[in-house]
């Protein structure tokens, strides 16, 4: 069966540090996968989107990058963390229509 | 541009008692259109989709969603709620040729006992 891993759960990182989250993808071969950003009452905002390896198309212009070194590997990176950028971050993955999500990292940027 | 709206930020309901959901939609063909669900500090789980055919479509843990084209609307039901259900429902419509979807901002269900 297919699983999706995101981790960590929890991040609390200083303005100006760097981040990196990872994602990965068990059970499937070449699926799209996506980077959201979730804010208090703002529903979810798509940041990533990557069709295959090295594909990465960026949604909103930001202080976050993403990467797709592998198939089912999917990391999200900032090389300066802003206060703006806490938030609750989701990595899905889909093969055609119907999204997985992963359980989320909540990221604190103090 | 398409989009989706929630117009129901918060709802609370009583454990018992039936509940819908709103979503309206923006779109100018055939939408897909998805619900799902999240607990608190967790990811979203589907609970149904809609592409094609049938209407009236069935999720998981009985909820079901009715696609009516001349309102717009993909509305989320359940006739008698479960206090394991209070958790926050999103409404998704897949953009047109794509597998990128635009979410509605969620609207959060709270259960009394």
């Known amino acids: 069966s297919q699983t999706i891993h995101q981790w960590p759960a929890t991040l609390v990182q200083p303005v100006g540090s760097p981040l990196s989250l990872e994602c990965t993808v068990e059970g499937t071969s070449n699926p799209n996968l996506y980077w959201y950003r979730q804010a208090a009452g703002r529903g979810l905002q798509l940041l990533f989107y990557?069709?295959?390896?090295?594909?990465i198309s960026s949604e909103v212009p930001q202080n976050l990058s993403a990467s797709r070194p592998q198939d089912r590997q999917f990391i999200l990176s900032s090389k300066k963390l802003l206060l703006s950028d806490s938030g609750f971050y989701l990595c899905?993955?889909?093969?055609?229509?119907?999204?997985?999500f992963g359980s989320g990292t909540r990221l604190t940027v103090v | 541009a398409q989009s989706v709206t929630q117009p129901d930020i918060h709802i609370t309901v009583s454990e018992g008692a039936s509940l819908e959901l709103r979503c309206n939609y923006s779109?100018?063909?055939?939408?897909?259109l998805f619900w799902y669900v999240q607990s608190p500090g967790q990811g979203l789980q589907l609970l149904l989709k809609?592409?094609?055919?049938?209407?009236l479509v069935q999720g998981i843990k009985g909820f079901e969603a009715e696609f009516k084209r001349s309102q717009s609307s993909f509305n989320l039901r359940k006739p008698s709620v479960h206090w394991s259900d209070a958790a926050e429902y999103f409404c998704a419509v897949a953009r047109s040729g794509t597998y990128k979807y635009i979410f509605g901002t969620g609207t959060r269900l709270k259960v009394l006992a």
């Open positions: 990557s069709v295959g390896i090295g594909q």
């Open positions: 809609y592409f094609s055919g049938d209407t």
């Open positions: 899905a993955w889909s093969v055609l229509y119907g999204y997985t």
């Open positions: 779109y100018g063909a055939t939408p897909y």
